[in-house]
């Protein structure tokens, strides 16, 4: 994935962090194209009913209707999505949640951090590593 | 001979005094003044030979009433889950040898209704010519209100842990809303900045640094007081822990900050001691990360880390209980030190020595190694020298005590 334009999706409710992490995007891979939904509901909704499937996609987890969690699932489920690596964004690092995750099917774990710049480097590094081995190899790479 | 050791002879020999001359006022008084039923029973007439009137009192009976209960009152009085154990032990007596006191614990219902709490503790008081027990005494206290403070005290206890576990859950659901709109503040600061950079006035930078750096001591604050109301509500499980290994892992956690001060650090081998994991490698992180950041200018941190000897007269300070042992260990620093005379202010929290410009905290780090060595029953205390350095020494017990 290195160098290459990318899609990616950010599941969010919280229209701060939405805000954020777009500029952060912006910031450290200009050329990526960065969509969001506002819920998993939407995020779903948005997902059977499009060609251009994202590369990536970010879930949060304490969302309210369908529990990020819950998304993941249904995300796992689906023949045509499965492929698609997920990467946990959530404000929650502890233990039960990151094994959750793993066990889930999700690629990665991101806990938001409490500074900007360090989101920026987070995603920097993570828009460096190569997800379809990952994805191939049923891999998670856990706590970023 | 001790003022203590003088007294227990006196005792001892007034005893025997008064056991020598076997005077009948001094028994009959001291029958008179104890609150016990005292009862002398004869297995070969079946019965009771002597029975002090403090029995009325126990059950709420005249005797009248309790030779109309029947020959076998006791079935009419005990609880009748306790009555097997009692009837076990009234016949263990006959085993019994001379001196070996048997106890047995029973509930006794009062006249009133109200059921009792009693203890009985028996004796063998003569045997026949076969050698076999014939009479045994027995001498009963009515432990009813210990009883019942101790149902009240189980009580509380669990109404304690209830609390602690809630108050566990909203501090950390609080601190993590609290952090919440922090981060936001900060980065959008940070965006601010970002997005502006060439246009905006020094001074408006200034502005916005100051909102990312007041920040940025709530998050850290909110961060400490998290980490101080875990030390005093979570779960006490202590596991008998190398020491020597939790600092290893605090000093690789510190990496990065040693390095940049160039720091050393030197560990005697630390005992295997029973602790509470989690909070001990806080303790040990709190007081090396201060050794770091106290650290005199243009001098490089030196911390040591060793185990003592306990003076006598630190031995008196921690309780000289001689059931109790302790293990002494220091974390020395060539800092900056501190007047000794606020040796313990510096344990409170929200206490600091130094304003802000000149280090950063929060007053709590100290405060926490407090709680933690409280928490295992043991001490901490701070000796420093402006301009040398400060030792801390924790005194850990070698045991586990309830």
Known sequence: ?144 | MSKKQNIALHVLALEQEMAQEQSPEFNRKVLELLPNVICIHDFSKADNIFVNRNIFQAAGYSAQEIADLGPEPEKELIHPEDLAELEWNLEAIRDARDGEVLECAYRLRHKCGQWTNQLSRYLVFTRDNAGKVQQFLSVTTDVSEICKANEILASKNQELEDNNAALASFSYMASHDLQEPLRKIRTFSKLIMQTENKGLQPVVKNYLNRISDSTARMQSLIDDLLSYSKTSSEELVFELTDLTAIVREVTGNLQESMDEKRAVVHMDKLPVLPVLVVQVRQLFENLIANALKYSRPMTAPEIHISTEDISARESRALGDNTNKRYVKICVRDNGIGFEQEYADKIFDLFTRLHGREEYAGTGIGLAICKKIMLNHKGMIKAVGQPGCGSVFYLYFPCVVSE
Do not use: W
């Open chain 1, 1 to 144: 994935m290195e160098g290459k334009e990318i899609r990616i999706l950010l599941i969010d409710d919280d229209e701060d962090d939405r805000e954020i992490f777009t500029a952060a995007m912006q910031e450290v891979a200009p050329a990526n194209t960065c969509e969001t939904a506002i819920s998993g509901k939407e995020g779903l909704r948005h997902l059977m009913a499009t060609n251009q499937l994202p590369d990536l996609i970010f879930l949060d987890l304490n969302m309210p209707l369908i529990h990020g969690f819950e998304c993941l699932k249904m995300l796992k489920e689906n023949d045509r999505l499965k492929e698609i690596p997920v990467v946990i964004y959530s404000t929650s690092n502890n233990q039960p949640d990151v094994q959750r995750a793993a066990a889930l099917g999700a690629s990665a774990y991101l806990s938001k951090p409490s500074q900007y710049t360090h989101l920026c480097e987070k995603l920097r590094n993570i828009l460096l590593l190569d997800f379809r081995q990952t994805i191939r190899q049923h891999q998670y790479l856990g706590l970023i």
